[in-house]
């Protein structure tokens, strides 16, 4: 069984306007050092054998992510 | 003239497109998205609403259920498409539409009456209008901003596929004021307010939202 982790952010162009609201909630805190925060998603997937590359990349460009608005990186780590 | 309208779990303003489909002359069929059967439909309405729980992404999983690939295909042969709101979404998220859909960026959901300006009165979906025309459509969304890359957004700009843009106030942050966009052959059409919502004056704004009915049910009987 080998785990994959794919992260999903929005592309840097694109206002990440949750990310705002967490960097503002911070400031009220008294967090002054955090410059900012851009939230995404993890996906945690468990796969059966060794982990085909390509077809992991597919699956994060076409449903895991949507390329016209977010990057990914892909994270292997076999058990 | 049959119009499908596809209902989705979570999908709430089927109904509406349905009765809005009648007013205007034309037979509501109604079709589930776990079915590959488009039953001859001579175009199709992707309604409003929370498809799947907008889980991933707003629209993501509904774009890739059964019935859509159908809907994909038929489409690319000339089959006439409205998504509304939801439907937008998801028409985004299976490549008939380009750019995506996003969180508002105030983060607050927005319903109100919005006013749209007309830019395209020759879409299938359009032609009931008049070029510049403006109409009263209500919007409702928590994730309705456009957005796109600048290069992709000029080309659309230069292609003319802009077919709504909002006027008297940016009810979400859309770039360019975007309200709604086309396909290249002006046959899929996309839009974040519902003109279903605008079809009597008992319970809308205006009827103005009629106009997208009566636009395909012509185009249809002109094919």
């Not at chain 1, 162009?13 to 609201?21: L, M």
């Not at chain 2, 119009?3 to 489909?21: E, N």
Request: glycine content about 12%; proline content about 5%; some cysteine.
């Amino acid at each position: 069984m080998s785990r994959v982790v794919v992260d999903v952010v929005l592309k840097p162009e694109i206002s990440d306007p949750q990310g705002q609201a967490v960097l503002g909630a911070l400031g009220r805190l008294g967090h002054d050092s955090i410059r900012s925060v851009r939230q995404g998603k993890h996906f945690v997937l468990e796969v059966d054998g060794t982990p085909d590359r390509a077809e992991l990349e597919q699956i994060a460009q076409t449903l895991l992510a949507n390329p016209v608005i977010e990057d990914v990186e892909l994270h292997l780590t076999t058990d | 003239m049959r119009i499908g309208v596809i209902t989705f779990p979570g999908s709430l303003d089927d109904v509406d497109a349905a009765r809005a489909v009648r007013l205007a002359g034309g037979e509501p069929v109604v079709l589930w998205h776990g079915d590959h059967d488009l039953e001859d439909v001579d175009a199709v309405v992707l309604p409003g609403g929370f498809s799947y729980g907008d889980y991933l992404r707003a629209g993501a999983i509904a774009a890739r259920s059964p019935l859509m690939q159908d809907v994909v295909a038929a489409a690319k042969q000339g089959l006439p498409v409205l998504g509304i709101c939801n439907g937008f979404q998801v028409l985004c998220e299976a490549g008939l539409l380009p750019g995506a859909l996003t969180r508002n960026s105030h983060l607050h959901f927005r319903n109100r009456d919005q006013m749209l300006v007309v830019e395209r009165a020759d879409t299938t979906w359009t032609r009931d209008f008049d070029e510049g025309q403006r109409i009263l459509i209500p919007v409702k969304n928590g994730e309705g901003r456009y957005v796109g890359s600048d290069a992709d957004l000029d080309r659309l700009e230069g292609e003319g596929r802009v077919v709504f843009r909002y006027a008297g106030g940016n009810p979400n942050g859309s770039s360019r004021d975007i309200a709604g966009v086309t396909s290249e052959n002006g046959r899929v059409v996309g839009l974040m307010p519902h003109p279903e919502h605008a079809i009597e004056d008992l319970t809308g704004p205006s009827t103005d939202g009629l106009g997208f009915f009566t636009s395909v049910l012509k185009a249809v009987v002109n094919a």
